[in-house]
Every structure is written in C-alpha cells, then in structure tokens.
C-alpha cells in the first residue's frame, strides 16, 4: 500500500492504494517501512502544477525500516547492507508506503539510539538546519538570531549549533519555552516589541552583537528582526521566506536548488553519527496509523505541533 496524488490538489484527494514494489536492481534495496516522517512539503510540493512534476506523485521523503531485499553488488551510504538490517532513507519518492524499493545511494543505517519514528524525522529538518547554519557560515562563539526555534528544524538547529560552540537566541511562544531551553536556546517571545525583548536578552547574556539570523518561520516579523538586527544581509536565511530574499537581498535556502541539496546529502552521515552518540535528538508530537495520512497532515497544518510526526503501517 503507499499514498499517491493522482493531480494537484490537498491530502484529502490523495489515494491509499495497492501498488507492486519492483523487486530491487542493482544499486538499490528494498525497505519495509516502519515509520514514515511527516513534513510540511508532502502536501505543499503535490498542492499545485509545478514544472517537471508528472502525476501521479508517491507522496513522502523519508522513513525508516527494515531492509527486505538487496540488489546485486549493493552498498548503501554507511556501507555493506544485508536482510534484516535497519536502515533509514531520505530524500526518497513515495515514503508513505509499507515498503518500497530505492536507490542504495539515499540510504544509510538507522542511529540504533533512534526508534523508527524518530529516525524517519531525523534528517530532512536535520540537514535543513545544517544547510542554514552553513549559509550563514556560523562559527563558535558566534551568537545567531532564530525564529521559529521551538519547531522541528528549529530544535536541531538548536541541538547543532550547541555543538559548535554557537549560541542562540530563539523566538518561540512562551509555552514553547522550555523546549528551547531544553537544548541551550536563549528563549524570547514573538510579537510585538520583539527587537527590544531580544536587545534585552543579549544584554543579559553579555552579548553585544547578533552575528547572523536563521528564518524558520517565514513572517513578516522575522524578516523585518532580522534586517534590524543583522548589519551583513549575507548573513541572514531563510527557508521559509524566499519572497522576502529575493526583495532584500538576503539568501534562501531551499532543497531544490542543487548546490544546496549536494550539501544536505552530504551532511547525511554527520547527522547519523551525532545521532548514534546521542548529541541530536528528535522530539516527537504524535503517530498516525499510515492509513491515516490525511488526518497527520492536518494536524500538522494547524501549526506548532510540538514535535515531529509519524506515520506507522
């Protein structure tokens, strides 16, 4: 079974469908999936016609499961790979499935550390973060500006950054606070007046300038804080924003774009390893049951969700 977009259109015209999975050829394996993440860009890519997509879409771009079949002289990203081994895989088509069959390259060991709701959320926001924290070359001692730091490419931007030595200053809503504490964030509440909460927070942190700012949640708000606070507009991205860029003069970061999607895949293993030592974690919200893709999405359209989502058949 998998979830498929028959034409543009939301989740609630998707279809849960029978479909055969191709045995595996060489340079690819088979997975049977045991969780599937959930991203805003499931629905947001299949919602309307865009160039270079044919429909019917698969719908999905990562999970984790277990290997069920091997191409011939196959090795995946982290190595050897065999039956029975636990695997993730990113940057796949058709995710939203019982299993599927695809290419070796885009797979590698699952972070034992990890469950496999955990891991099939690891890496899309986990190299989304990575990929933000690159385009503004942060470095340690550094402190950046983020918005939306309480989401789930906000707490492994977090989680990153503490890593590096680099500390943040995060917007998030007061009930959100403690999960920006959680992983050395520097609360501070959106709304009105919020150049003046930051300029508190950095002076009772000692600190005397904003290096860089990361946009996670593309609002006018964010967009004016950051150009308020940050002197070099190169050093200012977002991933939610690319209007607000192209006006002023600041970068967008997005998967599709080739460069930065090389950089994403090539941060894959460093993701994995962190999490195999327990230095990124991925804080979970809820499960669905795969049948119930709709209803997950939904919920995730509601906003701050508080955590990742998965889908299990």
Known sequence: MHWVAIEPGTPD????EQYEVPAPAPGEVTIRVRAAGVNPADAKHVASARPGVEFPVPIGYEVSGVVTAVGADTEIVTGPVAVGDEVIAFRVSGGYATELTVPAQKVLRKPAALTHAEAANLLLAGSTASAMLHAVGAGPRETLLLHAASGSVGASVLQQARAQGIRIIGTASPARFDAVRRFGGIPVSYGEGLVGRIRAAMAEAGVQAIDAALDAA???????????????????VTIAAPRDA????????????????????AARIRLVEAAERGDLVVPMAREYPLSQAPEALRFLAEGHPGGKIALVP
């Open 246 to 265: 192209a006006e002023h003069g600041f970068q967008a970061s997005s998967g599709s774009d080739p460069e930065t999607a090389r950089f994403r895949d």
């Open 218 to 236: 593309g609002t006018a708000e964010a967009t004016e804080t950051s150009l308020a606070l940050v002197d070099d507009r190169r050093r200012i």
């Open 13 to 16: 015209a998707w279809r849960f």
